[in-house]
């Protein structure tokens, strides 16, 4: 298979960047979309060039460093796909292939397709934990918990972090991330002790580190790569408008 | 000369631990602020130990080389996480933990540190519980478990395949939690490059921030190496490809003893390699033995698609072999088993490198919506990455390098030897002897990290009080910045040809191939040749493009790469040294008639123990003996 | 938490955003429902008898004075969240995003601003004509008859397809708007969403059609 590619170059995360055009040739639809790009990179060292930044670890879907914007798609065409599990061959040879890093301004970008996602970060640390000492707990099997939103709990906290919910919005809203955090903690026993603090910390730090507002167009569900579900977000709102209005001022 | 000193309790196996612990030195909370702890590496046993550690109030500082703490490549393991609790009723118990893990690591581990690491289990079930890690439940509200990976009970606790992930992500929140609180403190995007010592003690380190090329300096009262394992020497491993082993190698080199290093697990179940440009391997999570069955054609060159084959031409070979165990053998067993059967000419796929694991008979027995529920996510992985559906044709799976069982050699405290400075998790050789049994890498590293450490470290630190804040100008901080300086210096001003990887590549074929599932004396001197040749080629003609000082994600694999070929060449020495097969280790000239591993317990019951000498110098071996007390030394059978 | 000053999370700007919505639907169905009296083919005898109750029933008075409260909160709460989330993304996309968010999400603003033109269109005709700000239709004898202004506007056909493409373009606010609504307030459920959009989406069809009937009457029907 033959591809152009139009590849986002930045320096560093002051310079100005630039699509910059690579003809790749020989790419075989086994290879994943990675290691296309990395084929590329062979080919850019070789011919001295400075090879094409990205983030990539696990290369299995599971630890959410890689994220492109691939033809218009945070992690490219297929749903429930991260960027390193796409294939080439659900490309058409000898098309052309647009590679952009996540665009927001709570993901600057630091070098070609590589952002900052610290914002994320900042908004666990305002309350996405339970607050239990290592050694305070008690057996594991004392608090029964329904398989049903034990299961529903889980379904939130597979998030990997990835940041394409940010991607995908037309807002930049990193609503679909925060809910699933706060949804997952609201929903077991462990965490409900603080849910009302937490959603407030954690939506209070998520406006503050630059997200945009959430205006429910569902994006972000479409292109998680988990399919983390939307309810979450409504579910969110719940336990915020809880913490609102129910939270005595003591 | 360094003297190996376990210092393993007397007593009574059982109570080993608890009097011990209720020995050990502590600090006081006020003196604990004072004391600076550093922590490399945010997996599960270096997160664990930092957030333990930061809730006792020491002042840690901890290092990633990822962007974040939360991407550390124990979210992706897949299957689960042992703990005695005996929740089933079928019998089990800290020793029967205990037990199993001895004779799946085929009895060469520490008899104390296992009943251990089992003891401590049960502690990190309820810790993962408080902390909001969606376990899976049954109906009744309580935590289900299954069985996992030859063992005969049912101790594995889950969350779907993601245990791993859901592990970390609740250790991580715990460590964001004390970042929050300004008990830790958080370096991103470092890799660490030297180890200070000053005064015979571990006193800091050497990063580079991987974002502008600046070499930086910091110091602490102890340091802590919680940096995985290092099967990416391999290339094409299971792990993550930032693993590395560079951390742990340059505290090898600065003296702390590297064991065992020969000790691979080499996981049966992966999807095989696909094509030339293959930049990993992606396990298939060995929960799947349980219910998908191996096979293979019966005949040579079969050509005819799997569906095609009927029952009576498949040889369902682990069955055939092992009937008590089936396909839930051990890894070790599982993949050689593999490898001999492809040897034989009867693999499967273009490359003959590869078996069928085929679920048809389970779901016809379970139907469709049990297998999904079980393995939903792993099987939609295989989609994606093959193409092919397993719900309809057998999966294709091959070995691949998974875990190192050898790491830094570490005492009963965790402790390398070189004073303050301690290894957890899959970076040290504790626990798992010779082969790993699924399911308790989990359970080492969060056991190292939230329940072991916090003692032993206290108990060092308890000396350490009246010792001021470390500074960094010190003149051992110069030198080891200025060596690492150097270092990258010579890597960019090679400027040869060909790219990092293609060295990366080269080395890892060479290791599979002669310090692999299997290995000969033949094999292991050759092998150690061409790493000579490949490493001396490495140096002339590897090429680093742009400059050190800016984010180079060229040179950060280069100065891995320039480490694997040390730690290559230490592996195939410890193969050859090791007279015997043994675990993951399978020596060609020492099986049984039946092809199956043959110990040498009389001269071999002991942990290898390497002391670094200079690159290329042949390294000195120190032998800590083995003495099992509690358990009888068994040839291990799974027939 | 919240800062000190007059400042609001995003999502209790979803949420007085979602209020003010569900007030103006509200609103939408009763005018509708008053609006479908012109067709009594009575001469308006109903539809006045309706706007006489409107005029002077003293809750309505009081009523009036909240839909313009929930007009003006919509309005600015809605162009304070465009203003934001335009910033939220400074550098855009060469290829535009192809995500799956439905036309009708995605264009909220810009329906919205058609809506917002044509409302000043409409309070222009009926309000300030009301208040005296402008002179009366031909045959009506005070500003409050309304029933022979419908006829005289609509009797132009630029108007009625202005007005027409007007509540067409509200059915598309709508269409999102319903649900949204729902989603805002944290009312998402698997059982009853699907519901909550099909019936979200037979309302914005009803309100956009129920409207759209009155010009078409008054211009093809009516002489």
């Known amino acids: 298979m033959e591809f152009k590619l139009k590849i986002w170059r930045q320096k560093n995360a002051s310079a100005k960047g630039k699509f910059e055009d690579y003809t790749l040739k020989d790419v075989s639809p086994e290879m994943s979309f990675l290691q296309m790009l990395d084929y590329l990179n062979q080919q850019i060292i070789e011919s001295d060039g400075e090879p094409v930044h990205f983030e990539h670890d696990c290369r299995e879907g599971i630890c959410g460093s890689c994220g492109l914007y691939i033809n218009g798609r945070p992690h490219g065409p297929l749903t429930h796909t991260t960027t390193c599990e796409l294939h080439m061959r659900e490309f058409k040879d000898n098309t052309t292939i647009v590679i952009e890093p996540w665009r927001s301004k709570a993901f600057p970008v630091i070098k070609d397709l590589v952002v900052d996602r610290s914002a994320f970060e900042k908004v666990i640390r305002a309350g996405g934990f339970v607050n239990a000492n290592t050694g ?11 398989k049903k939103i034990s299961d529903r709990a889980f379904d939130a906290a597979v998030c990997i972090g990835c940041g394409a919910c940010v991607a995908a919005c037309k807002n930049s809203s990193a609503m679909l991330f925060v809910s699933a955090k706060v949804s997952q903690f609201a929903m077991l026993p462990q965490g409900k002790v603080e849910a009302k603090e937490r959603v ?4 209070t730090k998520m406006d503050e580190v630059g997200f945009g507002f959430c205006s429910n167009t569902y994006a972000c569900e479409y292109d998680c790569p988990k399919g983390i579900s939307v309810e979450f977000i409504a579910k969110m709102n719940r336990e915020f408008f809880s913490s609102k209005v129910c939270k005595s001022k003591k | 000369m360094i003297k190996l000193d376990s210092k393993i309790p007397k007593g009574p196996l059982a109570g080993k631990w608890s009097n011990y612990k209720s020995s050990l030195r502590l600090v006081s909370p006020a003196n604990k602020k004072k004391l600076d702890i550093i922590i490399v590496g945010t997996g599960l046993s270096g997160a664990s130990s930092a957030s333990a550690l930061g809730e006792l109030g020491y002042n840690v500082k901890v290092f990633c080389f990822q962007d974040s703490p939360r991407r550390a490549h124990s979210v992706a393991a897949q299957g689960g996480i042992n703990a005695a609790k005996n929740y089933k009723n079928d019998g089990d118990s800290v020793y029967r933990l205990f037990h199993d893990m001895i004779k799946g690591g085929d009895f060469r581990a520490r008899e104390a540190n296992v009943y251990r690491a089992a003891e401590v289990s049960n502690y990190v079930i309820d810790h993962f519980t408080a902390l909001g890690v969606p376990f899976a439940r049954d109906y009744g509200g309580m935590l289900d478990t299954r069985s996992f990976g030859g063992v005969q009970v049912s101790r594995t606790f889950y969350a779907k395949g993601q245990t791993g992930q859901q592990c970390l992500l609740g250790t991580y929140s715990s460590l964001s939690r004390q970042i929050a609180k300004g008990t830790v403190t958080m370096y991103e995007r470092r890799d660490m490059l030297d180890l200070v010592i000053i005064d015979g003690k571990a006193r800091g380190i050497i990063t580079r921030n991987l974002l502008t090329g600046e070499i930086e300096r910091h110091s602490a009262h102890a340091v802590v190496l919680a940096t995985g394992g290092y099967g990416t020497v391999f290339y094409l491993s299971t792990l993550a490809l930032g693993s590395n082993a560079s951390a742990a190698w340059a505290a090898h080199r600065k003296g702390a003893l590297f064991a065992n290093p020969s000790f691979i697990q080499i996981h049966p179940t992966s999807i095989p390699v696909l094509n030339d440009y293959q930049s990993k391997l992606t396990l298939m999570s060995e929960s799947l033995r349980n219910d998908g069955r191996v096979w293979v054609p019966k005949e040579k060159d079969e050509k005819r698609h799997p569906n095609q084959i009927p029952e009576a031409e498949r040889d369902y070979y682990l069955e055939r072999r092992y009937p008590a165990f089936g396909n839930l053998v051990p890894r070790d ?11 034989a000419g009867y693999g499967v796929g273009d490359t003959g490198l590869s ?12 139907g469709k919506k049990a297998i999904e529920d079980k393995y939903g996510n792993l099987f939609e992985m295989y989609l994606k990455i093959t193409g092919i559906n397993p719900y309809e044709e057998p999966m294709r799976i091959y070995p691949a390098g998974h875990y190192t069982m050898g790491g830094l050699w570490v005492d009963y405290n965790l402790m390398t030897t070189i004073p303050g400075l301690y290894s957890v998790g899959e970076s040290n050789f504790s626990d798992h002897g010779a082969n790993r049994l699924g399911a308790s890498s989990l359970m080492q590293c969060s056991g190292d990290g939230y329940f072991i450490l916090p003692y032993t470290i206290s108990d060092y630190l308890s000396d350490e009080i009246r010792t001021p804040r470390i500074n960094t100008d010190h003149e051992e901080f110069d030198k080891a910045e200025k060596a690492a300086k150097e270092k990258i210096d010579r ?15 080269r080395l890892g074929k060479i290791l599979w191939d002669h310090c692999g599932m299997v290995r000969s004396e033949e094999g292991l001197k050759k092998g150690i040749e061409m790493i000579d040749q490949l490493e001396e080629e490495f140096w002339k003609e590897v090429k680093v493009p742009a400059t050190a000082g800016e984010y180079n994600q060229e040179l950060e694999k280069a100065i891995r790469v320039a480490d694997f070929f040390e730690v290559g060449r230490l592996m195939c020495q410890d193969a050859l040294d090791r007279n015997e097969s043994c675990g993951a280790h399978f020596r060609e000239e020492f099986q049984t008639e039946q092809g199956e591993a043959k110990r040498n317990d009389a001269e071999f019951a002991h942990v290898s123990a390497y002391e670094y000498q200079g690159n290329r110098q042949r390294e000195i071996l120190h032998k800590e003996p083995l003495v099992f007390e509690n358990v009888e030394l068994k040839e291990r059978s799974y027939k | 938490m919240s800062k000190k000053g007059f400042s609001l999370t995003s999502i209790s700007h979803k949420y007085i955003m979602a209020a003010a919505g569900a007030f103006l639907m509200l609103f939408l169905v009763s005018h509708l429902a008053t609006n479908l009296l012109l067709l009594a083919g009575d001469g308006g005898a109903q539809f006045d008898k309706a706007v006489e109750f409107l005029l002077t029933n003293p809750a309505i008075k009081i009523m009036e004075y909240v839909l313009f409260a929930g007009f003006i909160i919509h309005i600015i709460i809605g162009v304070v969240i465009q203003l934001h989330n335009s910033s939220s993304r400074p550098v855009g996309y060469k290829v535009a995003l192809k995500s799956e968010a439905s036309a009708f999400s995605r264009f909220m603003i810009h329906s919205g601003i058609i809506i917002f033109i044509f409302l000043l269109i409409h309070l222009y005709h009926f309000f300030f004509v009301k208040l005296g700000f402008f002179p009366l239709y031909a045959g009506a004898e005070t500003g409050h008859d309304f029933y022979p202004m419908v006829a005289y506007t609509f009797k132009n056909p630029v108007y009625s397809i202005i007005y027409i493409l007007s509540f067409i373009f509200l059915g598309f606010h709508l269409k999102h708007a319903f649900q949204s609504a729902f989603q805002s307030f944290g ?15 037979i309302y914005a069809v009803l309100i956009a059609v129920g409207f759209s009937i009155i010009p078409l009457y008054f211009l093809f029907l009516y002489n």
């Open chain 1, 136 to 146: 305070s707990t008690q057996d594991a099997n004392n608090i029964p918990i329904n």
């Open chain 3, 187 to 201: 009312l998402n459920h698997d059982k009853y969403t699907p519901a909550i959009k099909v019936v979200g989406t």
């Open chain 2, 333 to 343: 067993v599982a993949s050689r088993a593999a490898k001999e059967r492809c040897d």
């Open chain 2, 355 to 366: 078996v069928y694991l085929d679920f048809k008979d389970a779901i016809e027995k379970q």
């Open chain 1, 200 to 203: 407030e910390n954690m939506v």
């Open chain 2, 491 to 505: 890597l960019m001003a090679i400027n040869g040809k060909q790219t990092v990887t293609s060295f990366h590549k």
